[in-house]
């Protein structure tokens, strides 16, 4: 019925029936001197018709509501049904796991960016580093907030942007620690290069998630961008990751393994927020600023560039 609904719209012609017949109440969509209503606009108020006040509608009800005619309504309300918006009880209509699921979706970010803000401000006050907060969706990491700066030319980044997982320490921290299948549609896709430091094969791509179990952290040397350095802790408890915090700088990777403490005390504060203290995130350091000179043990750095042998 949608292509019905689409031509009815393009054309202004009444909608018609099953049969071919005109159906009536056409002039209950919109005055007759007015533009004809689009369809997503019909959609809005069919779901707007749910306001909470009563969590199932009638038919007749949605029209009253909605304005629309009786033909616009059920035909939007068949459509929004098999989309799983709506869902159909007898002859009542209530709201459907996937508007749930958005609109779920939307709030776990919005208490997620509540919980981090101040962390990530005393991280980068600690630092003086870019920070950056990160999600995953699908095959990509979406930017959720950025505090600090570096070369807006190097790194054109913003909130919003999105990113390939696999090129991210951000993606990779989270992939570390995140669902297998999640990472078996990420190389069935293609690891497709951004730069020539890139990891672009699937054997070393696998190795590196592995070394980011083993350290809680993964890294990026220049795979994102030229120059850019970054290394990323995960969002998690005891089970996957639900986020990533980055600190990134435009140098060697010296400078952030001695940040990398700074960076886990900082997911482990977020987490404890999110889900009440428990006992890693009792105990955590709070953040502060390293020493001027925080020497990096030789042990971690041949720990590191053996891991690292494919580089």
Known sequence: MLHEAVADERTG??????????APGRAADSPPDAAPLSLLKKAEKV???????????????????????RSSAHRILDQLVQLRWLEREGRDYRM?????????????HNRLLRAALPKLDDLHEATG????????????????????????QVVPTR??????????????AILGFGDPACVERM??????????????????FRTELLSVRDRGVAFDFEGTYPGLVCVAAPLRGAGRAIAAVSVSSMGGHRSLERLIPLLQACTRSIWAELHGPGRAARFAPPVEAPPAEAPVPMGDIMRWARSHSWM
Do not use: N, W
């Open 187 to 204: 190389v069935a896709a293609g690891l497709h290069p951004r730069t020539h430091r890139t990891v672009t094969h699937s054997a070393p």
């Open 47 to 69: 779901l707007a018709a749910f306001d909470g006040t009563q969590p199932r509608l009638s038919l007749t009800e949605v029209i009253r509501r909605s304005g629309l005619s």
């Open 159 to 172: 909130v919003g942007a999105r990113l390939p997982a696999h090129c991210t320490a951000a993606g990779k």
């Open 96 to 108: 459907g796991m996937r508007i749930l699921e958005h609109g779920g979706l939307a709030a776990h």
């Open 13 to 22: 012609l009444p909608p018609r029936d099953d049969h071919g017949r005109t």
């Open 129 to 152: 580093k870019l920070v950056q907060l990160y999600v995953l969706d699908g095959t990509e990491v979406v930017c959720l907030e950025r505090i600090g700066c570096l070369d807006a």
